[in-house]
């Protein structure tokens, strides 16, 4: 929990990616998200994941988030490259490692189940580089403006979203102290059969509904008090994040990884079944 609370502090750093307008950055991760729906080609997947670890060391977060995905990344594709071998289709002009009934294990399963992992490593080294290059509040205010004047959307849309990711690491921590003051009141949480642990956990479930309930009533009567109206479409904004040079060159690295993508398929390179 401490660490998640740290990345969200690290969106206030300052450096070039970090001054970049929130709403680019967020389209530029939807971009990096898009990619490996799009390819499993591994070489192409690699390359644009060396370019992210690239862009957060000039950013100046390389060391927090390095270690992050070093510890992330064995747990997220681990059980994929381990078990997706065995499952895959076999033939008999495959490279066998072993092949014993219904068990088999093969080359080509190991580089297929390897792509699919690196779609994953993908995805997630851009949405951890996206979190720890932007403020939360800074993309509530810069993607409701955009909303708002643009798209003439009410505010309330982001704000909802992220009022949900600032009040998450809260109740977290929330959800920790009760535990801990369970535990200290010798009440074991650890032990027995799983319906025996459920059952403790439905009293702690009670003192934690109350305090979401107690952060949503404080928050609507804050949002009262400050006159907030949902369908006041004419909104100021204590900030503006208008889109610049470098706010556009930023978009534009996502939308060439998409041209990439798109490119490699009409080649027939954008898929893995290219190295089976």
């Known amino acids: 929990m401490a660490f998640v609370l740290q990345m969200l502090e690290m969106g206030k750093r300052e450096s070039w990616f ?6 680019a950055k967020l389209i530029w991760w939807v971009c990096m998200i898009i990619v490996p729906i799009m390819i499993t080609n591994p070489f192409a997947l690699i390359i644009m994941t060396v370019c992210i670890w690239v862009m957060a060391f000039q950013s ?3 060391k927090q988030m390095y270690k992050f995905l070093i510890v992330t990344y064995p747990v997220m594709i681990g059980f994929i490259v381990i078990l997706w071998p065995f499952f895959y289709a076999a033939t008999p002009d495959q490279h066998y490692l072993f092949n014993w009934s219904f068990l088999h294990f093969s080359l080509e399963g190991f580089i297929y189940a390897l792509a699919m992992g690196l779609r994953i490593v993908l995805s997630l080294t851009a949405c951890t580089f996206f979190v720890m290059t932007t403020d939360l509040m800074d993309l509530a205010s810069s993607l409701g403006e955009f909303m708002q004047n643009k798209l003439h959307i009410s505010y309330m849309y982001p704000l909802m979203v992220m009022s949900s990711f600032k ?4 109740l977290g921590g929330d959800y920790f102290n009760i535990i801990e003051s369970f535990k200290s009141r010798a009440m074991d949480m ?3 059969s799983v319906m025996e642990r459920l059952k403790k956990y439905v009293p702690v479930a009670i003192p934690l509904i109350d305090s979401m309930l ?6 609507a009567i804050s949002l009262e008090l400050k006159a907030f109206d949902t369908n006041n479409k004419s909104r100021t904004f204590y900030k503006h994040y208008p889109f610049t040079i470098r706010d556009l060159f930023f978009i534009f690295l996502g939308a060439v990884a998409i041209v990439v993508c798109v490119v490699l398929n009409s080649l ?5 079944d290219i190295f089976l």
């Open 167 to 170: 009040f998450l690491p809260e």
């Open 18 to 23: 970090h001054s970049v307008n929130p709403t």
């Open 190 to 192: 650890d032990t027995g």
């Open 60 to 62: 100046g977060i390389a």
């Open 268 to 272: 027939n390179w954008g898929k893995v």
């Open 214 to 219: 107690r952060k949503a009533q404080n928050i």
